[in-house]
């Protein structure tokens, strides 16, 4: 399990524009924002990411960084990026099962044919500058994620009141 205040995992993963991306090369002014959501066959991951999409400029103007991730294969984040409207957010994919693991994700396994064999639940991660986290939010199903808007509204509140991380006991 993952404790606020300690450090992440280092995560590499290729993103859809045939670039890298790696975690601890990234220098955000305040957090960096890691989405796992579970793929190109969830709706739910589909309305969550638009929604981040349209928050995209709120969180850069608080010196956040933002991706999102998936155990995708390239093909199936390729499409994800084509056909939902998210353009701008950093789409990385092919995490794989044991990092999914490493980070504290939830697996599954496909219950119908448009899912992949196995593929990661819902996360949600704030992780500060020198690698440590922050918060986190985790869903063993695709429903009841956090919204950004509260998000936000929280990163304004912690920001201000310089309040601690929580859950380090």
Not at 60 to 83: F, N, P, W, Y
Not at 149 to 154: G, S, T
């Amino acid at each position: 399990m993952l404790i606020p205040t300690q450090k992440v995992p280092n995560l590499k993963v290729s993103l859809i524009n045939d670039t890298q991306w790696e975690l601890y090369n990234q220098q955000p002014e305040n957090y960096t924002l890691l989405v796992f959501y579970r793929g190109y066959h969830c709706p739910k991951c589909k309305e969550q990411l638009e929604q981040l999409k349209n928050h995209l400029e709120d969180f850069s103007s608080r010196g956040i960084h933002v991706i999102a991730l998936s155990m995708d294969t390239e093909e199936r984040a390729k499409k994800t990026g084509d056909q939902w409207a998210i353009e701008g957010i950093p789409l990385g994919y092919g995490v794989t099962k044991n990092e999914a693991k490493d980070w504290g994700l939830y697996i599954s396994s496909a219950i119908s044919e448009s899912e992949p064999d196995i593929f990661s639940e819902p996360g949600l991660f704030l992780v500060k500058p020198d690698n440590t986290l922050y918060l986190v939010s985790l869903q063993s199903m695709p429903f009841a994620r956090p919204q950004f808007k509260d998000l936000l509204n929280a990163i304004d509140f912690i920001e201000k009141k310089n309040y601690p991380p929580r859950g380090t006991v």
